[in-house]
């Protein structure tokens, strides 16, 4: 997982609070958060543009809501939440708009991939981040939250508001499908 | 954790536990985070302005100070004087157009209003003549005028000649 900010949530929430702090409580929670949500959302949504439209609209939701923020989860949480749902939000459409247009779906994956400037992975990253996006919405946010930020089952369940061996089953079934995926690929290349 | 994490790959997706997580191959445009930070504030300042404008008050005086400042100003005195203008302008015909219609009453003389009310009898109902103080006697000569003895013989003198009962001429009468 990330490091941990340096300054708590609780310091954070109470900047914000007031007005003569809040650009300081602004500028506090940006940079205890805004590059973690930042990754989190591109690993979903892949493309850097799409990433950067997610993650503007959660940080606008974020600010807007902040007062309504009850401290009854963890701030970090709460804003995992957001990202989480915006980005399967968004997931959704983008899908629902490739299958209308009658595209291939692995063609459809592969193209949005290698159409981003600013990805350059290598082979193997390729290929796994093509197995990646075959996943559902949901199963591809419980994939990245435990491979990639080694996420705790019971904080995911905060996060995506599900039981913990709910997640487990779902996780362990992503891992499968991106094994048998890769397997596949493997297969076919030699 | 992260070793419960690493058995958990290890046991489902040997292969993918055996590749390396990172570099992803994600890239970013130079100075991105300091960039969004300054845009997302550009966004986010102005609703914190208006929470500023907004602001409670020290006290209701200062309030009542604020508001009387503001209806001072040369705009809003000017509106204001507009509205007043209006205001007494409209009160002002009101009252001469009823001024003028209880003077051309005052312009006649009580003898003059008689005999006008008295050649338009039939324009006025009961009330409106008791109300303008006509009493029974006023209008004696009317009916002496109206019904003169003349005419009464004339009148018994034709219903005699139509043969006419004593009860058809009650109901005439």
């Given at each position: 997982m990330a490091e941990k900010p340096s300054i708590t949530d609780e310091q954070i929430l109470s900047l914000l609070e007031k007005e003569a702090s809040y650009e300081q409580g602004f500028k506090a929670l940006m940079g205890a958060y805004q590059e973690r949500l930042y990754w989190h959302v591109r690993r979903m949504v892949d493309n850097h543009e799409d990433a950067n439209d997610v993650i503007q609209n959660v940080l606008i939701k974020v600010f807007r809501n902040i007062k309504n923020f009850?401290?009854?989860?963890?701030l970090y949480t709460w804003l995992y939440r957001i990202a989480t749902n915006e980005s399967i939000t968004f997931l959704k459409k983008r899908n629902k708009k490739a299958t209308n247009s009658l595209d291939d779906e692995l063609s459809t994956v592969a193209h949005q991939l290698t159409a981003d400037t600013y990805f350059d992975p290598e082979e193997a990253q390729l290929k796994l981040k093509a197995a990646i996006a075959t996943l559902p919405e949901k199963q591809k946010a419980v994939f990245n939250l435990r491979y990639?930020?080694?996420?705790p089952y019971s904080e995911m369940a905060n996060i995506l508001d599900t039981t913990v061996g709910a997640l487990k089953a779902s996780y362990h079934h992503a891992l499968k499908k991106v094994e048998h995926y890769l397997k596949n690929v493997e297969h076919n290349s030699l | 954790m992260k070793k419960e994490i690493k058995e958990e790959l290890n046991n489902h997706a040997p292969l993918l536990a055996g590749?390396?997580?990172?570099?992803?191959g994600y890239k970013i445009p130079d100075d991105y985070f300091t960039r969004m930070e300054a845009d997302l504030w550009e966004q986010i300042k102005p609703a914190t302005k208006t929470v500023t404008e907004s602001a409670p008050r020290t006290s209701w005086l200062d309030g009542l100070i604020q508001q009387i400042n503001w209806l001072l100003q040369p705009r809003m005195a000017m509106q204001l004087a507009s509205v007043a203008l209006l205001i007494v302008a409209g009160f002002l015909f009101w009252n001469r157009t009823a001024a003028t219609q209880t003077d051309v009453m005052a312009d006649l003389t009580a003898d003059e209003a008689s005999e006008y009310v008295l050649a338009n009898l039939?324009?006025?109902d009961t009330e409106s003549l008791i109300e303008l103080g006509f009493g029974e006697e006023d209008f004696s000569g009317v009916e002496a005028a109206l019904f003169e003895e003349t005419d009464v013989d004339a009148l018994l003198d034709q219903l005699q000649k139509e043969n006419i009962d004593l009860e058809t001429l009650e109901v005439y009468l």
């Open positions: 009850k401290g009854d989860s963890k990639y930020e080694d996420m | 590749m390396s997580k990172k570099p992803e039939d324009e006025f």
